[in-house]
């Protein structure tokens, strides 16, 4: 290193000067803040292969320029009034609606998830409060503290067998009896899906997908380049697997992506003869079906409907889920029952991220071991069943007459189709510019349908502020009908 | 659910064998095993959308085949004595060599890392004697204690602020002065390096690659579709730049992988001139340079050398790394700095997985913030210089004359080529009949060239252990070298 650092002095001017500039670099940065303590003098030398002096040269430059002040016996430190060159801009969440692509919408829909200040009827997502976040945290404290050196290695594909065995025994209530080696757990559903997508086709090929669908499939299927036929979801019914038929009789369909219970954003339950008819469809022409059974625990009645999964006798069904809906999307963990597809879609998840958090996998199983999940459950599918009524009706009375809105029998979105040719995109902009987050319906379809179709997240308990926020929503749609096109 | 469940009455002959089969099923499966507790009769009519009736039936029908009990006030459960099939029989870890593909190599190695009772010498993983572990799960214990509803929401990429904003800290050491936006998180090196190759390649696309190289990259590429051509490595110089230039100016490549510093498994250092020549050399076609940096911090001579990220003047240099080997593997939490591939990345890393465990990024930031890791690597890489050359001079003396042992200057693996024509993959299913792992050298390369080389891993303290299995492999390679071929 020495002789390397002796090299690069040859090339350039002075090498304290080099290590003089990236500090104020990172100081610029905001990467060392002010009050922050810089490596010491001795550490920063060993760690760059320089000499103690050179270091020693570099601070005293940054001292001169007024950047670092030298502490006795404390070492050098950001001064506090450093001159920082101001932090990059708050992003502006706001769109221009014409220069808008579907994925702008996108983009513009997840940097509002990271602002708090923004009223969240966008992202699917349920408040903190609804979910059973502390009591999966409780676990996942005494697990950490008990299990010292949990979490140390690789937790190979398919993943905790603890975690697989719970999932085994809940699928008794799904009407799919599995066993622990039929699942491979992965980071969240969507993992899943890709993992399903990549098994089962290569770039170029069709998939027949229901529209309008959840938009991170389409940037995923998109990204893949698969060729998409979207099929439509009848509201209440599902894929209109009629329209299917006449799809895969005239198309080299490769695969079917559908989420059979509570589809994102209709809400809507295909019938178990629905789904037993789509599985005899798709295997008469061995072709595998993903199906996306995300929202599945979430139905209103309280009963738990049975995915397709339940009618597959050859394998061909790629079942995928996880806990984001339900306890924690920040856990990241899901699963995927791949029937024919087992070994490959664990080879696919080795070589994409090899594994998934051992320690998380465990609080999970404790979770479900509990027997609190169900509990919850129960408390949770009557609470959003209230929520979504809530909304439902107070969207009607604050929205334009006209406005069409979803009745879900499940989850916990509406989806609104505006009178009037209203631009939903123009729509998510001014809303955004109001700090309310809502999702455009351009970005769930593939050629941008659905232009005057927002979707709506019930995921937070009805507030004064979610009060405000729809009634502005209803505003802006008043607005937006009088604006000349 | 309930006319949903009618009609498949009226399909099949009764719906309560139906259910009692599904149970036996799970049974069968260990999914439900002796002394399980069932869902209770009520739970399971309503989530299945059933009579009452139809379950105490399906109850009554496995009470009678004599596979689950009733106990009085508190429910049904699988009989002790319940006539289980066998489960599926444990792996069998050892390989015919003459039936197997080099994948095969791969997925004995992966099988054999979930078998406690195997000598761990096959994966590239530290004893959880040498992590920092325990402290890790401390923190992130009291993280999940106090923070009650962390992790209840995605985190969006690109990952947590504070830390990025550890990482950005830590990058002065890297000589690569970075700010906290400049990082993506992800699941682990692995999923970057994924999303690096997808960000800058198409299906068909070639790349260039030293060889040997990890096998998980290689699998990767394959399962992408991309052309593979492969850069000699110098051991102890790192990829050959000659031969690259050679390649460049021949072939259409579209990205250059490198793991500069301690490659995995030669473990050569690349120099900081030949790093700047490596990015030079790219930078004036105009091709990204993704650079895997996991054994960076992990320098026998205690220096941290820097990445050819350091060089790079055009943003074309996207660098992955982790805490995979150094912190903890089964944390998942890694990071790119992508230059003009940021956002390209953000995207993906959203479409992949949409994003990192909350908690565990949280508690990795604290630690850093901690202090800790600098005390931690300081020990760790004495610890492992010294691991290394025990475990170099106990192969030296117990393999055959004529055993070539690489002579890493950093990270903690060795590359050792047998005489004789000894074939690797031959070693590996002897070994592993013995309940030792070994990495076969042909996995480390796209067309199977390395035939008689293998990969230790010295990631166990040296032990009765370890020293038995590693006379063990010596005995086994005179068997082998002895064997006509």
Known sequence: MISAALRVRDERPSLFAQVAADIALLIQKGSLRPGDRLPSVR????????????????????ELDGLIDARVKSGHFVRETAVVLPRSKPKRLALAPRKVSVSEGVYALIESMREPTVVPLGAAQLDASLLPIKALNRILASLARELSTAGAHYDMPPGLLVLRRQLAKRSVLWGTPLGADDFVITAGAMEGLQLALRATTRPGDTIAIATPTYFGILQLVEEMNLKVIEVPTLPGVGMDLDALEIVLSQAPV?????????????????????????????????????EDDLYGDLAFDGSRPRPAKAFDRKGLVIYTSSISKTIAAGYR??????????????RLKFSHSIATPTLLQMAVAEYLDSGSYDRHLRHLRERIRREVARYRSEVASAFPVGTWISEPKGGFVLWLELPGQISALALQARALEANIAIAPGP??????????????????????????AVKKLGELCYELARTPK
């Open 254 to 290: 490769r695969a079917c992506l559908a989420v059979t219970n509570f589809d994102n954003p209709l809400g809507s339950l295909m019938s178990d003869s629905n789904k037993e008819r789509l599985v005899r469809m798709l295997e008469k022409r061995d072709i595998p079906l993903i």
């Open 333 to 346: 963990v899901g699963w995927v029952v791949a029937g024919r597809y087992h070994e490959t879609i664990k």
């Open 443 to 468: 970005i769930f379809g593939a050629r941008a349908r659905f232009s005057s179709c927002i979707r709506m997240t019930c995921g937070s308990p009805w507030s004064p502020r979610i009060a405000d």
């Open 43 to 62: 550490r920063l030398a060993r760690e760059r292969g320089i000499s103690v002096a050179t270091v020693l040269s570099a601070y005293e430059r940054l």
